[in-house]
């Protein structure tokens, strides 16, 4: 059996990028094979084991056909006779489809290493249409590598377009689907991976909320500028869209309770907080109670980091919102509930009386 280091290791030790994690593939062994040598088997039916010390995934050379709709309708064949070239062929870019051996040379039967160096996202046959979520790596992989110069080659953008017009997007699931829009906009420039969506018209069958929507890639370009979390960032790509749309944006990926909860917060207060410096002191305190920002300051400063993100998106030098608003969050966190429970107050009295309190601390706020 020979053993080849693929995939994204090769890829990105070719462009000096760190190598995250190492996929190993293994031609002209059975499973039977691994198994004797200890390597552990992933599923019941998928090719894929892991190294008994490493734990690093290793898979037989396979070859795959389509026998439904969606990710649950591949069936795999993997057998020994399966070569490097057949496996690699049914990968999903040339500059994924690389394979290095034990002495290290590089073996690219797709000319893979000719693409990285011309920059180009290019997948490697037709068999690329085989997983429609490779619309979405693909977008990835162009958000990723866009501060080197990277495109998506025009026939790729052709065939991506072709499997968006297809219908297949939508047989892919929730998990799936919101896996690769999270990491997508985790990366450098994650605007890039919306407009490469739209390029191909893929963006109106994942997100067609957006496509007439407003313009809210600059404010998610500065997102990733200034290292904002995921929660920061899902929010601003969805900043001024109608409740129902964000909500429905929310539901169609299941996106993580935090996100959808920016993202709702946002939409309801984002323009609040843009005129915080006028806002009467009554309404200051309706928004931090809303917020509540006694038991949820994490959640207080990512608002402000979205809506700092939007107004430097549209040019503004700096928001000083931000630092008025955490100064009033300071100013109503500050007021001491002891004397108030010393005076006997319990319950609602309680509750309101400590309102009370923090509305005179924000009033001699908005005065200093
Ligand atoms: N692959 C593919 N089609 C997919 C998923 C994966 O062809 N839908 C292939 C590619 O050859 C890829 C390899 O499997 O390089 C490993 O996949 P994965 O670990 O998901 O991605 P990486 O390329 O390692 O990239 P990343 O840095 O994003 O993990």
């Not at 309708?73 to 070569?83: C, L, Y």
């Not at 990733?224 to 995921?230: E, F, G, T």
């Amino acid at each position: 059996m020979q053993i080849y280091k693929v995939g994204g290791a090769v890829r990105d030790r070719l462009l000096d990028r760190t190598v995250s994690d190492v996929d190993w593939l293994v031609v002209g062994a059975t499973v039977e094979q691994m198994q004797a040598l200890g390597y552990r088997p992933v599923g019941a039916d998928f090719p894929v084991f892991l190294h008994p010390k490493t734990g690093e995934e290793y898979a037989l050379a396979r070859t795959e056909r389509k026998s439904g709709r969606g990710y649950g309708g591949f069936t795999f064949h993997a057998s020994p006779e399966v070569t490097l070239e057949e496996d690699l062929v049914r990968r999903d870019l040339t500059i994924n489809a690389m394979a290095e051996d034990a002495s290290g040379q590089l073996h690219d039967p797709y000319h893979g290493k000719a693409d990285l160096d011309n920059r180009l996202l290019r997948h490697v046959s037709p068999a690329f249409a085989e997983d429609p979520l490779r619309v979405l790596r693909v977008a990835r992989f162009a958000a990723r590598y866009a501060p080197l110069g990277f495109k998506v080659a025009d026939e790729t953008l052709a065939l991506m377009r072709q499997i968006a017009a297809s219908g297949e997007l939508q047989a892919l699931t929730a998990e799936r689907s919101w896996k690769e829009i999270e990491r997508a906009l985790m990366e450098a420039e994650p605007q890039v991976f919306i407009e490469v969506l739209r390029s191909c018209a893929a963006l109106e069958e994942l997100m067609p909320e957006l496509v007439h929507g407003p313009d809210t890639l600059a404010a998610l370009r500065q997102a990733a500028r200034h290292q904002q979390p995921l929660t920061v960032r899902w929010a601003c790509l969805l900043r001024g869209l109608e409740p129902a749309s964000v909500k429905a944006l929310n539901q169609r990926f299941k996106a993580p309770r935090e996100c959808q909860e920016l993202a709702v917060l946002v939409g309801e207060f984002a323009e609040k907080a843009d005129h915080a410096l006028t806002l009467a002191p009554e309404q200051l305190l309706e928004i931090l109670q809303r917020f509540d920002i006694y038991r949820r300051p994490q959640r207080f400063e990512e608002f402000i980091g979205a809506c700092e993100m939007a107004a430097l998106g549209h040019g503004q030098p700096s928001y000083p919102q931000a630092d008025y608003l955490r100064g009033a969050a300071a100013a109503a966190r500050a007021v001491d509930v002891k004397p108030l429970v010393e005076q006997g107050l319990t319950g609602q009295g309680l509750g309101e009386a400590l309102k009370g309190e923090r509305l005179k601390a924000l009033q001699a706020y908005a005065q200093r």
